[in-house]
């Protein structure tokens, strides 16, 4: 239907909704599919405009997007109930406490529907409140995290459960400290961690100690892997070739995201998927410049010409024994056409010769 191809014109989605009465659910679906909660005030201005009725445009959301350093969200949390379709939760910027005492009450509504959890929270939280509000959505799929810090060395006991988030889909971290502490905390659960997909980008990696839990906990599912831009302590640095993927038997597709400075970790990770029969390996390369991370004393993790030489050993080690393998180069913001030469004939220059390389500018 013609409606369906207009789902993301919402002026065009508000006229058919006028045409006639049978147009009005199926423009309803896409036009009330999203609710973004800035205060508390938007949530009253909506319950004032949609009285409660079987047709209420709440049936028609599916994703709910909160985003408020204040508490004043308290006072209405409560009546997620009657949005009973919410597939997608997405938390920024809230008070976790307010969150944390009110979760019962607030988001059991969405038990049976939730199929993905995004959290932006630039602050620490207990790992055992964090444990605790996974277990509310026994059907969660998807899990994005940003900014978040559970605190180190803190040990958390799951107490045993008929349900868990059964987390089958994708597991993305982003600007979060020590990720491989934040997986052991979520591998706690007692069915484990079943996503094929999993992305970190711009994590930082301080504790050697978290650093070998990253991967081996989705060993026998996950398919799909992108890092992108990681940062290392001197300490982390020292043991960066715990960052291993031997035991990832599943994974076809890798992504890896760096600058050409930094890549003393992408050589021991390359190393590392020897024995793996993967479909698809792309490394995308951003110039130094532009590479945007700040530079701190106790990151001392900028490559030489020895890495990308052993980078490069490690691949065509890898096309030996799997003539299907393809490789990517694609060359970020800041390049021209002209850096490409410089790329294949610089840094990778065996694969250059041996023409399996596949540049994208």
């Known amino acids: 239907m013609i409606i369906d191809h207009l789902h993301n014109d919402y002026k065009q989605l508000q006229a058919c909704s006028l045409v006639c009465k049978s147009w009005v659910p199926s423009s309803r679906y896409h036009l009330f599919a999203r609710l973004s909660l800035e205060s508390g005030q938007d949530f009253r201005k909506w ?3 949609f009285l409660p009725s079987t047709t209420e445009p709440a049936v028609f959301v599916q994703t709910i997007s909160v985003r408020s350093p204040a508490s004043d969200l308290a006072g209405f949390m409560e009546h997620f109930r009657s949005f009973p379709r919410v597939r997608q939760l997405q938390i920024s910027w809230v008070d976790f406490d307010v969150f944390r005492k009110k979760t019962n009450v607030c988001f059991c509504h969405f038990a049976a529907t939730l199929r993905s959890l995004c959290l932006s929270w630039p602050v620490a939280a207990v790992p055992a409140d964090f444990l605790q509000f996974m277990c509310v959505f026994p059907y969660l799929d998807d899990l994005s995290i940003e900014g978040l810090h559970i605190g180190a ?9 008929d349900v868990y988030p059964r987390f089958g889909g994708s597991l993305s971290l982003e600007k979060c400290e020590d990720p491989g502490q934040i997986i052991g905390h979520l591998a ?3 069915n484990g961690l079943s996503f094929r997909r999993m992305s970190l980008k711009d994590s930082k ?3 050697p100690a978290y650093m070998g839990a990253v991967f081996p906990a989705c060993a026998t599912t996950l398919e799909k892997l992108t890092i992108s831009n990681p940062s290392f302590s001197i300490r982390a640095r020292l043991s960066s070739e715990t960052l291993s993927l031997e035991h990832n038997i599943a994974l076809q597709y890798l992504i890896i995201e760096t600058s050409e400075e930094k890549v003393h970790w992408l050589k021991d990770l390359i190393a590392s998927i020897k024995s793996l029969v993967l479909a698809e390996v792309t490394l995308r390369i951003t110039p130094s410049f532009v590479d945007g991370g700040e530079d701190e004393q106790e990151d001392e993790d900028e490559g030489d010409e020895d890495d990308w030489e052993k980078v490069d050993h490690s691949l065509i080690a890898l096309c030996k024994n799997r003539p299907a393998l ?5 060359l970020g913001a800041g390049w021209d056409k002209g850096c490409a030469v410089y790329l294949v004939n610089g840094l990778l220059p065996g694969l250059a010769k041996k023409g399996v390389l596949h540049v994208v500018v």
Not at 153 to 161: A, G, I, L
């Open 47 to 49: 319950s004032q405009r």
């Open 153 to 161: 060395h803190e040990v958390v006991q799951c107490s045993p459960k």
């Open 188 to 190: 706690a659960f007692h």
């Open 205 to 207: 990696f301080t504790d």
């Open 326 to 330: 393809k490789i990517f180069v694609e």
